[in-house]
């Protein structure tokens, strides 16, 4: 498991969590950014950064659904890109995807489901 980050992202993509990861797994896309499950190790720092509190510790998020669509941003092959993100080793050499999932993308930004 990992840390995850939730609805409440979209479209406030501050990054004050990008800066505390010790292992820089906080991977940006166009509406919200996404923990790499693969590179995350759980040291719980950037929770309190995130001042919408979007970010939830493994198994802990009110929406179970974040946390398979944070996986699904690195395995599934995002709009306009050829391959999976994978695990690239780290956000800030990889840059923004300029993609989000389905679900990130379509999400209505009220809190409602799409
Ligand atoms: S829990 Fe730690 S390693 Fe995981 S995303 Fe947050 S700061 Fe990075
Ligand atoms: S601090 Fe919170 S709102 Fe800002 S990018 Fe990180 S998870 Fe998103």
Known sequence: MAYVITERCIDELDGSCVSCC????????????????????????????????????PNEAPDPVWEADNAAFFTQVLPGRDAPLGSPGGAEATGPAGADTPLAASWGGTGDAP
């Not at 940006?28 to 995130?50: S, T, V």
């Open 22 to 57: 010790p292992v820089d797994c906080i991977y940006e896309g166009l509406r919200k950014r996404y923990i790499n499950p693969d590179e995350c190790i759980d040291c719980g720092a950037c929770l309190p950064e995130c001042p919408v509190d979007a970010i939830y510790a």
